[in-house]
C-alpha cells in the first residue's frame, strides 16, 4: 500500500513533500525519482541482470531482520533519490550510519538499531511484511538508473536507455513471463503524484476487464474500481445467475486491491461461478464480529458453546470482558489464548440459539478446497501448524470442509490449521486451569482419516532406501519403505515438518534438484533447483537454512557450496569449503555448520574438520579421533557427537569415547533423535539406544 509506504517513511524523518504512488501502466514511462516493484517470478534464474556499482549506498538484506525486503526497497530508494530527510530523524541517522559501510556492514548497523527494528514490527503489522503471507513476493528498488535488490551483493546496471527506461524492462519481463501479470509498481517523487502522468496516483482504471461464465464472454468498458461495483456489473450482464462467485482464473478471491492489480496486467479477466444454494453455509447465527482497542476480527461458536477468535483481538481474559461482543463472554468458566498459534478460546455465558460450528480433526492435503465466506479456497501448503491459499478474509473467520470447521482464517492467504490448536490443548490438558473443560472439548472433536497424529509423526525418523525413503517408528521399532521418485545417492536433511533431498544421481548424472517430503501428508514437493548440480554432498539445515555443502558436480569434485533461505524459497551460493570432499557428513550446532569425514580429491579420507560461521569456512586445529571417510557428525542436545567405528562426544575442546568398538561402519546417513542415533544403510539400521548398539535388517 503506497499511502502506508509513505505514512511510514515520513514518520522515520521523510519529507511530507515526497510520497509514493501507485502506477497503473507501463505503457509509457512515468517521470519519478525512484520507483518501488513487487513481483513474483515465474522463473528460477535471476529476472535481472546487469553490471555491478560498487560505489553506492547499498545495504545487503539482513536475515535478522526477517522479510526485511520491503523496507530495504524503500530505503534504496530514499537514500539514492534527492528526497529530503529531516536532519537528526531517525531516518537521517540511519542514512549517516550506513554511508562509506560496506553493504555487509549496513545490514549490521541496521540490525543493532532497536528503534528501527521497533518500528519495522510496526510497519509489518500494517501489513507490508509481505514476505510473511506471500512469501513469493519480493520488493526492490530502481533509482538513478540502478536496480537495488538487498539480496544481491550490490546494484546493477540494467543499462536500460535503449529499452524504454525501467518501465520498457518491465514490459519485456511481462512479455517473457519472467515476472507475473500481479506485479505492483509505484513511483516515488516530490509533490503531489498525479503531477508525474495521466497513468499515476489514483486516477480511475480505464481498461476493459473481461467477464467469463461458462462459454460466455462478455466486457466491461471502463473496468470497475472495486469488487461491489463488480458484482453489481456482473448481475446485469447475467440477468439470470441468482448467487455467483467472482474469482480469478485461479479462484483467487478478489478484493479491491486484487482487482486493480488485476486490470493491470496483461489479460484482465475474471470468471463467474454459479453457487449451489444448497452448498451455502448460513454462518449468520454462530458468526460474532468482535472490536477491542481498535481492533476488528471475527469469531464463531463451536463445540461446547465455545467462542474461537484470534490472540489479537482477545489476548487475556481482561480483554474478553472488555470486548464489543453482541453475545456476552464468561473468562472466568473458560478462557485459553496461544500467541503463536494465533488463537483464543472462550466460554459464552448463555447457550445461543444457533447452529454451531462443531471442530473435526481430518487430513487435509494440497488441492483441497475449502470454504470460507462463502468463497472456495484451493489449499496450495500444508503443515501441522498452517495452510496456505490464496484469499483475504476477516481474521477469525473459520474455514470449512463440509460445514465443519478445519481451520481459522489469520491473515491474508494463511490460516491455523486445526491441528495445531489439538496439539496445543493436548500438551496442556492435564495441568491447566481449565483442564476439565479442555478434555471435554478434546473428547468432542472428531477425528477423519488422520494416518499419524500431531504427536506420533515426531517418532518417525527417515533415510534412504535403494528405491525412495526408508521410515523408522522409534516407539514401535517398525520400518516402513516409502514409494517416492527421488534421485539416488542424494542428500537427506529432517526437519520438524519433513525431509528435504537435494541432488543425488538420475541416469548417472548428477542433478539440481530440491525436494520435501511432507511427513504430514505424506506427499512429495519439488522446491526450488539449486545453483549447481551435485551428488555424494553433505547438507546440514537451521531454522531459517538448508545448506548443501562440496560433494561431486559433473565433471569432478568441487568445494562450492549453497544455501537455500527456506522462508524465501530461494537458492544461493555461499563461501566454498577449504577441501573439496565426497561422502562426507554435515550438521547445523550453535549457529554454526560442521563438516567431517568424507574422501578427498587423492582418494585419502579427510582428517580435517570444518567449520562455517555463517560467512567463511575455516579448518579446526583439532583432528578427529578416528580417520575415515564413513565418519558422521552429529548433533547433541549439549555437544556435538562423532560416529565412527565409535561413538564420540566433544565437549571443552577434546573429544570423549562412548561406546566400545563395532565392526558395523555407520551408514550412508545417519540421525540422533531423542538420545538415540540411527544410522541408515539402504538395507539395515544400526541404533544406539544410549548403552548399547544393535543392528536392524530390513
Known amino acids: 500500500d503506497p ?16 510520497e509514493f504512488g501507485e502506477v497503473f501502466t507501463l505503457e509509457e514511462d512515468i517521470p519519478c525519482s525512484a520507483v518501488l516493484l513487487t513481483y513474483r517470478t515465474a522463473s528460477e534464474q535471476p529476472v535481472f541482470q546487469g553490471s555491478p556499482l560498487e560505489d553506492s549506498l547499498f545495504i545487503k538484506q539482513p536475515q535478522e531482520l526477517g522479510n526485511a525486503c520491503g523496507l530495504l526497497a524503500g530505503l534504496h530508494a530514499v537514500f539514492n533519490s534527492d528526497a529530503e530527510v529531516q536532519e537528526q530523524s531517525l531516518l537521517y541517522n540511519l542514512r549517516e550510519g550506513v554511508r562509506d559501510k560496506s553493504p555487509e556492514e549496513a545490514a549490521q548497523w541496521l540490525i543493532n538499531n532497536q528503534e528501527l527494528n521497533r518500528r519495522h514490527q510496526e510497519f509489518a503489522q500494517e501489513g507490508q511484511s509481505q514476505g510473511t503471507e506471500e512469501p513469493d513476493y519480493h520488493y526492490v528498488a530502481f533509482a538513478g538508473g540502478y536496480l537495488f535488490d538487498g539480496m544481491m551483493q550490490a546494484p546493477i546496471n540494467l543499462e536500460v536507455e535503449g529499452s524504454g527506461g525501467f518501465f520498457g524492462v518491465l514490459r519485456q519481463k511481462l512479455e517473457t513471463g519472467q515476472i507475473t501479470p500481479d506485479m505492483s509498481v509505484n513511483g516515488f517523487e516530490k509533490g503531489r503524484l498525479v503531477k508525474m502522468g495521466a497513468c499515476c496516483g489514483t486516477q480511475p482504471i480505464q481498461k476493459d476487464l473481461k467477464v467469463k461464465y461458462e462459454d460466455q464472454t462478455k466486457t466491461l468498458k471502463p473496468a470497475p474500481s472495486t469488487v461491489e461495483v463488480l458484482k453489481e456489473s456482473v448481475s446485469k450482464l447475467f440477468p439470470d445467475l441468482e448467487e455467483f462467485n467472482v474469482s480469478t482464473v485461479n479462484n483467487q ?213 535403494q528405491s525412495g525413503l526408508t521410515c523408522f517408528n522409534t516407539k514401535l521399532n517398525e520400518v516402513k519403505q516409502i514409494s517416492v521418485e527421488v534421485p539416488k545417492q542424494g542428500s537427506l536433511c529432517q526437519s520438524a515438518t519433513g525431509v528435504y533431498i537435494t541432488g543425488g544421481l538420475v541416469e548417472s548424472a548428477p542433478t539440481d534438484t530440491t525436494y520435501f517430503f511432507d511427513t504430514y501428508t505424506a506427499t512429495l514437493i519439488k522446491k526450488k533447483s539449486m545453483v549447481s548440480k551435485r551428488a555424494q554432498h553433505a547438507s546440514a539445515i537451521s531454522n531459517t537454512h538448508l545448506y548443501a555443502i562440496s560433494g561431486r558436480n559433473e565433471n569432478e569434485l568441487t568445494n562450492e557450496c549453497e544455501a ?39 582418494g585419502e579420507p579427510a582428517q580435517e574438520i570444518e567449520k562455517f560461521n555463517g560467512e567463511t569456512w575455516e579448518v579446526l586445529s583439532i583432528k578427529p579421533p578416528e580417520v575415515l571417510s564413513s565418519l558422521k557428525v552429529l548433533s547433541g542436545k549439549l555437544e556435538l557427537m562423532l560416529l565412527g567405528t565409535h561413538l564420540w562426544e566433544f565437549l571443552e575442546g577434546e573429544f570423549k569415547q562412548l561406546s566400545s568398538q563395532r565392526e558395523e561402519l555407520p551408514g550412508e546417513h545417519s540421525v540422533y533423535h531423542k538420545g538415540h542415533i540411527y544410522s541408515f544403510s539402504p538395507t539395515s539400521l544400526l541404533v544406539w539406544d544410549g548403552s548399547f548398539w544393535k543392528l536392524l535388517k530390513f
Not at 311 to 319: A, F, G, I, R
Not at 415 to 440: C, D, P, W
Not at 588 to 602: F, I
Request: proline share 5%.
Open 564 to 602: 537455500l533461505d527456506l522462508k524465501k524459497n530461494v537458492w544461493y551460493p555461499i563461501y566454498p569449503t577449504n577441501i573439496a570432499r565426497v561422502g562426507h557428513s554435515a550438521t547445523y550446532y550453535a549457529e554454526c555448520v560442521y563438516v567431517v569425514g568424507g574422501t578427498k580429491l587423492n
Open 253 to 465: 478471491t478478489l478484493t479491491d486491491q486484487t482487482l486493480q492489480k488485476l486490470v493491470k496486467s496483461q489479460n484482465p479477466e475474471v470468471y463467474v461461478r454459479k453457487k449451489d444454494l444448497e452448498e451455502l453455509v448460513d454462518l449468520s447465527g454462530g458468526i460474532v464480529q468482535l472490536k477491542h482497542n481498535g481492533t476488528e476480527h471475527l469469531g464463531f461458536v463451536t463445540n461446547l458453546n465455545l467462542l474461537m477468535t484470534t490472540n489479537k483481538v482477545l489476548p487475556t481474559k481482561d480483554s474478553a470482558l472488555k470486548v464489543d461482543s453482541e453475545y456476552p463472554l464468561d473468562p472466568e468458566t473458560f478462557f485459553y489464548s496461544n500467541k503463536a498459534l494465533f488463537f483464543s478460546l472462550v466460554a459464552l455465558k448463555s447457550n445461543i440459539h444457533s447452529e454451531l460450528l462443531p471442530i473435526v480433526s481430518k487430513q487435509i492435503k494440497p488441492g483441497d478446497t475449502l470454504i470460507c465466506s462463502n468463497s472456495s479456497l484451493e489449499v496450495r501448503q500444508v503443515t501441522p501448524y498452517s495452510f496456505s491459499y490464496v484469499g483475504e478474509f476477516m481474521p477469525g473467520s473459520p474455514l470449512l470442509l463440509d460445514g465443519k470447521v478445519v481451520g481459522m482464517h489469520t491473515s491474508k492467504n494463511n490460516g491455523l490449521n486445526i491441528q495445531a490448536l489439538i496439539q496445543e490443548l493436548q500438551s496442556v490438558s492435564s495441568v491447566h486451569t481449565f483442564s476439565k473443560k479442555i478434555n471435554e472439548l478434546l473428547d468432542s472433536i472428531v477425528f477423519q482419516d488422520i494416518p499419524i497424529s500431531p504427536q506420533e509423526r515426531f517418532n518417525y525418523i527417515y533415510g534412504p532406501a
Open 3 to 18: 499511502e502506508i509506504f509513505t505514512d511510514y517513511f515520513r514518520s522515520l524523518g521523510m519529507s511530507q513533500d515526497w
